[in-house]
């Protein structure tokens, strides 16, 4: 818990203030090019040699810094897409990929075009679990299943 709260927090707060403090008349824009360095840092640290996270909690926050709502959106979906697969990727992929559209649509070119990189970004990252699917080598996750345990 202590890492997804860092994860979340490392990208949220620079993107909220970059967004509010530094550059409050490019909104959306100054909180997604803060959102996209955060994950990139994030995936591809220089002081690990380029080898990071997969940037699934940075992205999710990156998209809610950008639109609340629809960030939370793509969130659920993402989420929903793991609960009908039992597969982190589809999931990972998803979040971004449904943020896409509403981006373009509400905050413009720029904004959408940093999107389709974060989802670029994600695709990247996740593409060895996604072709770990169709030969069943890609492991399983029953979330619903895993909190049920947990509670009993």
Not at 108 to 133: C, D, F, S, Y
Request: aromatic content about 10%; some cysteine; overall charge positive.
């Amino acid at each position: 818990m202590v890492v997804l709260a860092g994860d979340l927090l490392k990208t949220f707060v620079p993107s909220l203030f970059c967004r509010m403090v530094l550059f409050p008349d490019l909104g959306a824009t100054a909180a997604a090019y803060a959102g996209l360095d955060a994950v990139i840092g994030h995936n591809f640290p220089v002081w690990h040699r380029f080898r990071g996270g997969k940037g699934v909690a940075c992205t999710c926050a990156a998209l809610v810094s950008i639109s609340f709502g629809y960030g939370l959106l793509a969130c659920i979906i993402g989420l929903i897409g793991v609960l009908i697969s039992h597969y982190l990727p589809i999931g990972a992929v998803l979040i971004p990929a449904a943020f896409i559209l509403p981006t373009f649509y509400f905050y413009g070119i720029e904004v959408g075009i940093l999107t389709v990189i974060l989802a670029l970004v994600m695709l990247q990252r996740h593409m060895p679990g996604l072709k770990n699917i169709p030969s069943g080598t890609e492991p399983k996750k029953d979330l619903l299943k895993a909190l049920r345990r947990k509670k009993g």
